[in-house]
C-alpha cells in the first residue's frame, strides 16, 4: 500500500516521502486545527507543532488504526496543550443537565459551517473544547476527560453547557435582521 510505503520513507528519514506524507494530510489535519483554534494564524501554529510530534511518533506507529485518526488525534492533543491548564483544573461544573425540549430555529437552515465554528468560538474555553472533542471528533467522555485531566461528569457537564449555550446563540441569531 502506497501509505505504508510513505510511513517507512518517512522513517527512514527520506525527505521526499516526508514532503509527500505532508502535502497528502496537511489540508485535513488544518480543518481539525481551525476547529480547535481561535483564528487561522493560531491553526498553523498548532498544526505546525503538531507535524513535529507526527514526525517524531512515527517511530512508534504500529499501523493499528487508520492513520488519518493516529495523526488527527496528535493535532487534537497539541491544540490542547496550548489551553491553559489553570482554566481546565478550576472549571468544575455540578451534574446539573438541561433535558428541556427544543424547537429547531430557522436560522439552522442558513447556517453554514464557518459561522456554526464561529459560534462555538464563542463558547467559554473549557466547554468549546469538550463540544469539539465530543460532537465533531466523536471521542468518548471518558477520552476526553483523559485528554484534558479532569473527570468524565466534568466532561459531560462541559457537552451540556456548551450545546445550551450554542442553542441560545443560535435563537440570538434569529432576532438579528441581516441586510443585503
Known amino acids: 500500500m502506497e501509505i505504508t510505503r510513505l510511513i517507512e520513507g518517512c522513517k527512514r528519514g ?13 489540508p485535513l ?3 481539525v486545527s481551525l476547529r ?17 510530534n507526527i514526525f517524531n ?9 487508520k492513520l488519518e ?14 489551553l ?34 464561529r459560534l462555538v468560538n464563542q463558547l467559554p474555553e473549557v466547554s468549546r473544547e469538550v ?5 465533531i471528533d466523536g471521542l468518548k467522555h471518558r477520552e476526553i476527560a483523559e485528554l484534558m485531566g479532569i473527570e468524565e461528569s466534568t466532561s459531560r457537564a462541559h457537552l451540556t453547557r456548551a450545546r445550551k449555550k450554542l442553542q441560545e446563540l443560535i435563537k440570538d441569531l434569529e432576532k438579528v435582521e ?3
Open 84 to 117: 491553559s491548564a489553570k482554566e481546565i483544573q478550576n472549571a468544575v461544573y455540578t451534574t446539573e443537565f438541561y433535558n428541556a425540549p427544543t424547537e429547531e430555529p430557522k436560522v439552522l437552515t442558513e447556517l453554514h459551517y464557518d459561522d456554526l465554528l
Open 57 to 65: 511518533g512515527l517511530m512508534k506507529y504500529k499501523h493499528q488504526g
Open 29 to 31: 489535519l488544518f480543518s
Open 69 to 82: 485518526g493516529w495523526m488527527s488525534r496528535i493535532v487534537i492533543n497539541t491544540a490542547l496543550r496550548k
Open 14 to 26: 527520506e525527505s521526499h516521502s516526508q514532503r509527500k506524507l505532508f502535502d497528502l494530510y496537511t
Open 131 to 135: 463540544f469539539k472533542m465530543a460532537a
Open 178 to 180: 441581516f441586510y443585503g
Open 36 to 52: 480547535y483554534a481561535v483564528d487561522r494564524g493560531q491553526a498553523k501554529d498548532i498544526l505546525q507543532d503538531a507535524w513535529i
